[in-house]
């Protein structure tokens, strides 16, 4: 298995994310907070977690037990797949439609009827695959 949502990973991802005003903005201008776990289905609990004050990533690193908001499940291939490339609502629908990406905590459908939420939901995506391209070098 990789080092995707490993506790280095999740600091480059944490950095990657308050380097994106077009990710930090929008969620500080509607007061946004939230506990996001991330990880694989078959696993009990998610690998990775960050905890965002205002919009901003405050900590990142391993999941240890902390409540969540969201916990976004999806299997390695399909993270890598979507980390690799531009994917915009349409794909994330489809992903969540066919069941590629589960949302065991958090409702996505919710979600994405709020702009001020889905552009960073999906801007969240870019933050992470520069984080994997910073970790493949």
Same mark, same amino acid.
């Given at each position: 298995m990789s080092q995707l949502f490993s506790d280095i990973w999740m600091k $480059?991802?944490?950095?990657?994310? %308050?380097r994106?005003?077009?990710l930090t903005q929008p969620l500080e201008k509607i007061n946004f907070n939230s506990n996001i776990g991330y990880g694989f289905p078959d696993e009990k609990s998610p690998r990775g977690l960050i905890i965002v004050k205002q919009g901003h990533v405050i900590d990142a690193g391993p999941y240890?037990?902390?409540?969540?908001?969201?916990d976004l499940r999806a299997r390695?291939? $399909?993270?890598l797949e979507w980390? %690799?490339?531009e994917v915009g609502a349409t794909g994330f629908g489809l992903a969540y439609s066919?069941?590629?990406?589960?949302?065991i905590v958090g409702d996505y459908k919710s979600m994405v009827k709020m702009p001020?939420?889905?552009?960073p939901f999906i801007k969240s995506f870019s933050a992470m695959g520069r984080a994997c391209a910073f970790w493949q070098r």
């Open positions: $480059h991802y944490q950095a990657e994310w %308050n994106d005003a077009e240890q037990g902390q409540s969540m908001n969201w390695e291939k $399909h993270w980390l %690799n490339r066919t069941g590629k990406l589960k949302f001020e939420m889905a552009r």
